[in-house]
C-alpha cells in the first residue's frame, strides 16, 4: 500500500471514528461538519473528483427530507405533538402502560415523521412528563431512542437511510411499509419486554395516580392545515406519485401561509442532518 494510499485511508478512518464519537476533544465539531470536512479533504487529496462528487449527491433524498422537516415543524408548531403526549399521561393507568404507550407511540410517529425530528420533539415533552408523574426519566428515554430508530425502518420517510434506498429502488411506499411494518413493530415488542426485564424495579404492578392533565397547547388554524396536508402527502405516496415531489409539494402547500413566516420554519430545519446525509451516506 502506497503513502497516498495510507493518507486516503487515514481520512476515511477518522472521519469514521468522528462520526461514530460525536465529536473531537477540544474542536466544535459535530457529525455533519465531520463529515462535510472529510468529503472535503477526500475531494481536496483527489480521492473522488469534484464532478464524482456532485453526481453522488442524490438530490430527491435531500428534497424528500427538507420537505419532511418542513411538515414537521408545521405540526410542531401547531401542537400536534402536545395532543399526542397528553392523550398518552391520559391513557395510561401503570408504569408498563405508559412505557408501551411512549415505544409505540414514537415509533409509529417516527416511521411517519423522520426519527430525528421524533427524538428531537418529545424528548423535552416526555421529560416533562416524567417530572409531572414523578418516574425515573432513564428507561423512557432509552426506549424513546430505541423505539424511534426500530419504528422508522417501517417506511421510506422513517429515516435518511430509508430515504436512499426506497428512492433509488423504485420500491412503492406501501410495498415497502407493508414488508418491514410487521418487523418493526416486532421490535418495539422486543424493547418493552427487554426495559421491563432490565428496570423491574421501576415497573412493579403499581397505579399511577394522574391528576389535573394540564391542556395541550395548540394553534387550531395550523393543526387543521398541518393535518389536512399530512393526509395528502400518505395519500400521494401510497398511490404511487414519486415521494419526493409528493412531498415537496405538501411541503409548499405550508409554507404558503399569512400567519407564520418561513423564516422561522427554515430557522428551524435541521441543516446539519441535510449536511451529514448527503457527506457520510
Known amino acids: 500500500m502506497s503513502f497516498y494510499e495510507i493518507f486516503i485511508l487515514l481520512i476515511i478512518i477518522l472521519s469514521i471514528i468522528g462520526v461514530a464519537i460525536g ?3 477540544k474542536f466544535k465539531m459535530n457529525r455533519a461538519t465531520i463529515a462535510l470536512i472529510g468529503s472535503s479533504a477526500l ?3 483527489g480521492a473522488i473528483s469534484i464532478e464524482d462528487a456532485f453526481n453522488a449527491v442524490d438530490i430527491n433524498t435531500i428534497i424528500l427530507l427538507f420537505s419532511m422537516m418542513v411538515l414537521n415543524i408545521n405540526l ?3 401542537g400536534f405533538f402536545n395532543i399526542i403526549t397528553s392523550k398518552v399521561i391520559g391513557i ?10 411512549v415505544i409505540f407511540s414514537s415509533g409509529i410517529l417516527s416511521g411517519l415523521f423522520l426519527n430525528d425530528t421524533i427524538v428531537l420533539i418529545f424528548t423535552p415533552l416526555l421529560i416533562e412528563m416524567l417530572l409531572y408523574l414523578k418516574r425515573n426519566p432513564i428507561p423512557y428515554l432509552v ?3 430505541t423505539s424511534a430508530n426500530v419504528g422508522s425502518a417501517a417506511t421510506i420517510v422513517g429515516n435518511p437511510q430509508n430515504m436512499i434506498i426506497g428512492i433509488d429502488s423504485g420500491i412503492p411506499f406501501f410495498d415497502f411499509a407493508l414488508n418491514l411494518t410487521p418487523v418493526a413493530f416486532l ?3 422486543v424493547i418493552w419486554l427487554v426495559i421491563i426485564i432490565i428496570y423491574k424495579n421501576e415497573f412493579k404492578r403499581e397505579t399511577m395516580i394522574v391528576e389535573n392533565i394540564p391542556e395541550p397547547r395548540i394553534y387550531k388554524p395550523l393543526l387543521i392545515k398541518s393535518s389536512v396536508v399530512l393526509v395528502i402527502i400518505l395519500l400521494g405516496f401510497n398511490l404511487g406519485f ?3 415531489l409528493t412531498a415537496l409539494g405538501g411541503a409548499s402547500l405550508l409554507l404558503i401561509t399569512r400567519r407564520i413566516k418561513p423564516e422561522r420554519v427554515f430557522t428551524e430545519l435541521d441543516w446539519g442532518l441535510l449536511v451529514f446525509s448527503q457527506d457520510f451516506l
Not at 393507568?93 to 405508559?98: A, S, V, W
Open 23 to 25: 465529536r473531537y476533544p
Open 43 to 45: 475531494i481536496v487529496a
Open 76 to 78: 410542531r408548531l401547531s
Open 92 to 101: 395510561a393507568k401503570t408504569p408498563r402502560q405508559f412505557l408501551g404507550l
Open 143 to 145: 426506549a424513546l431512542a
Open 187 to 189: 421490535g418495539l415488542g
Open 242 to 244: 414519486p415521494i419526493a
